[in-house]
């Protein structure tokens, strides 16, 4: 007999903290979603009655409009709320904060710099929390980019997805994370200074999945050969403004245009995170071009956090 999967109560940190099967159950129910919104099917209101509390510490325009519309189209109430308008910002804990929100929502979607901050806030909270961004981790949009790129090739497992431009990110470290757990190769390519921290490549080995592959390299000409997805992110993340010279010198290398694209699989697939610093990390005729998917990744945030949302709340 098969278990039934339960994701009720749950924190949404990392997608480390779920099985593949669970995993998969999220994509199932994204995909079933997807569809009934665009067939104008009545929705499922799974958060009818209940507020999630949107805790933001950084600017947003995806994730805050991703979220506000999903929990509405759930049935639910969104409250945004900005760190610095907080008690937060005069100093209260976030162990404290969290207390309190827990007294008042039945959830919490929160947006920081520190991930340690996160972890706080779902250890004090007696209710879910959701990471919409930390400074090392990215899930909703790793697990929305594993969706998009299931909807355009059939499949992940077995797919190269390769990551050119901060192996250190945040959107790199979690997409590395997903698509390992659910059967895909990854290769990151970046400077030495940019790679990812060593315990961290140790770890998303062991998690891959049977047969999954993860390689580090700093030639990104030798990353994207074979390559079914090329992903890029932002070389100057919030919070890094300070070092935005040396970046944009290190990683001028590694922008996704034409040229480099050429060398992947005929049929490979150009994403991006948004937002897009346009002839920076990517030309703009490639993310214009008929390989870009960038758009329907951003719509995408939409369907999986709605279906992260309604498992979780």
Not at 19 to 40: D, F
Not at 44 to 68: C, E, H, I, N, W
Not at 289 to 312: C, D, F, M, T
Request: overall charge neutral; charged content about 25%; proline content about 4%.
């Amino acid at each position: 007999m098969v278990q039934k999967m339960d994701l009720r109560g749950r924190d949404f940190l990392r997608t480390r903290d779920f099985s593949t099967e669970e995993l998969q159950l999220i994509l199932k129910r994204a995909s079933q979603m997807k569809l009934e919104l665009k067939r104008k099917k009545k929705p499922y209101l799974y958060l009818r009655g209940k507020s999630v509390a949107m805790l933001f510490q950084k600017p947003s325009t995806r994730t805050r409009l991703s979220f506000d519309v999903g929990i509405h189209q759930l049935g639910g109430h969104p409250i945004y709320l900005n760190w610095v308008d907080l008690q937060l910002g005069r100093g209260e804990t976030v162990a404290d904060t969290g207390r309190i929100f827990g007294c008042y929502v039945d959830g919490i979607v929160a947006r920081v710099f520190r991930h340690s901050d996160l972890e706080v806030l779902a250890e004090s909270s007696p209710v879910p929390v959701i990471n919409a961004l930390s400074d090392e981790f990215h899930p909703c949009q790793a697990l929305s980019d594993c969706f998009t790129i299931i909807e355009k090739k059939g499949r992940l497992e077995g797919l190269n997805i390769t990551f050119v431009g901060d192996g250190g990110s945040n959107v790199s470290q979690s997409l590395a994370e997903a698509v390992l757990q659910l059967g895909g190769n990854v290769t990151i390519s970046s400077p030495k200074e940019y790679s990812p921290r060593e315990d961290l490549v140790a770890e998303l080995r062991r998690l891959a999945r049977k047969g999954a592959k993860l390689r580090i390299t700093e030639d990104p000409i030798e990353a994207v050969r074979e390559a079914d997805v090329v992903y890029t992110d932002v070389w100057v993340s919030m919070g890094f403004e300070s070092e935005a010279g040396d970046r944009v010198r290190a990683l001028r290398p590694y922008q996704v245009n034409s040229e480099l694209l050429s060398l992947a699989a005929t049929d490979a697939i150009v994403m991006h995170c948004l937002p897009a610093h346009r002839g920076e990390e990517i030309a703009s005729e490639t993310i214009d071009g008929p390989r870009s998917v960038v758009w329907e990744q951003a719509e995408n945030r939409l369907h999986v956090q709605k279906s992260i949302l309604s498992l979780v709340l």
